[in-house]
């Protein structure tokens, strides 16, 4: 059994800063692309970054610049450094991975329960 966990949200001025985790615990063999999401009420779920199994990185426009995502694999842990965070930051976020529980080929995708984040102006 899998599970990922955020954490490291909060209540941040704009202009500040949080850096997410998402932690893979469980029977994981492996952890594959992870991908980070947001919802902001009202909203759909926009894809925020791509964080890549060679450790590549990519970033949707609005955030590009401002966010960093790396991992560390030893640690089954994947982050999202968040700076000059600005109020339409605002939202829940939550981290997607694809994650091979045993040494078969086949990954299975994996959710976290989602970490809220408040930028205030």
């Known amino acids: 059994q899998v599970q990922l966990v955020e954490s490291g949200g909060g209540l941040v001025q704009a202009g500040g800063s949080l850096r997410l985790s998402c932690a893979a615990s469980g029977t994981v063999f492996k952890i594959d692309d992870v991908r980070w999401y947001r919802q902001a009420p009202g909203k759909l779920r926009e894809l925020v970054a791509n964080?890549?199994?060679?450790?590549?990185?990519s970033y949707t426009d609005s955030v590009s610049g401002r966010f960093t995502g790396s991992r560390d694999d030893a640690k089954k842990t994947v982050y999202l450094q968040m700076n000059s965070l600005k109020p339409e930051d605002t939202a829940v976020y939550y981290c997607?991975?694809?994650?091979?529980?045993?040494?078969?080929?086949?990954?299975?995708?994996?959710w976290g329960q989602g970490t809220q984040v408040t930028v205030s102006s």
């Open positions: 997607n991975a694809d994650i091979h529980p045993t040494v078969a080929p086949r990954s299975y995708d994996y």
């Open positions: 964080i890549y199994s060679d450790g590549s990185t």
